[in-house]
């Protein structure tokens, strides 16, 4: 397995714009979770799935923010509008759940400017 | 709730010196522990894991025993290498739906 695949690795945008932020999860993981990395916050969970059904959005920030994932093999994070405060490394991690670790991807870093 | 407290870095240690990074947790109940590591660039990558008490973890030179008594996971290596420069998460999960909760990392530099 490839692992969990993120894109873009990178992205640069504009105060005001939208931004998507894409993962795909290891086959056959029922959990998926996204994740924000800041130097000043450090790792914190925006949300996470359980078998495509949002369980916990109790760490989006704001309206801005939202998470789709349609099926077993894609998620999405959207950013509308976006603001220079949403500057960050963006994680996309997966997991059986349980007690097993979770496999992350390589992140997103995301400047807006 | 559940939380994990790592010491505060950076660390900065000489090749080959020991090391041990704290961490300790607050959980209801037993959780699994783990040590993710992450290198510049990159994403998390999982070190070394411990599911039940006295349990212990090794990868790559690096170990860590689960003591319950203490609430505990400290990380060590007895001789570090230039390329174990990373920050060092220590993070905790339960059974069930609970996602993992990760302290605040530890960046560890080791000059040659």
């Known amino acids: 397995d490839a692992g969990v695949i993120q894109s873009p690795r990178h992205e640069v945008t504009e105060m005001g714009q939208e931004v998507t932020l894409r993962c795909k999860p290891i086959?056959?993981?029922?959990?998926l979770f996204w994740y924000r990395q800041t130097m000043m916050r450090g790792l914190e969970l925006l949300i996470y799935f359980n078998n495509n059904v949002p369980i916990d959005d109790s760490g989006m920030p704001e309206d801005r923010f939202s998470a789709k994932m349609p099926n077993a093999s894609f998620s999405t994070l959207k950013i509308q509008p976006s603001e220079p405060r949403d500057s960050a490394v963006y994680f996309c991690a997966s997991s059986n759940g349980g007690r097993t670790e979770a496999f992350f991807g390589q992140g997103t870093r995301l400047t807006v400017v | 709730g559940n939380s994990v407290t790592q010491m505060e870095g950076p660390v900065t240690l000489s090749e080959e010196a020991f090391l041990t990074i704290n961490c300790t947790y607050t959980?209801?109940?037993?959780?699994?522990l783990f040590w993710y590591v992450q290198y510049p660039g990159e994403g998390l990558q999982l070190l070394l894991k411990?599911?039940?008490?006295?349990d212990k973890g090794s990868n790559k030179g690096f170990e860590a025993t689960y003591r319950k008594e203490t609430t505990s996971f400290h990380l060590e290596k007895g001789s570090v290498q230039v390329s174990d420069s990373a920050v060092y998460f220590c993070?905790?999960?339960?059974?069930?739906?609970?996602?993992?909760?990760f302290g605040k990392g530890t960046r560890l530099s080791v000059i040659a």
């Open positions: 993070a905790l999960t339960f059974s069930g739906n609970t996602p993992l909760v």
């Open positions: 959980a209801t109940g037993y959780p699994s």
């Open positions: 411990a599911t039940k008490a006295d």
């Open positions: 086959s056959g993981h029922d959990y």
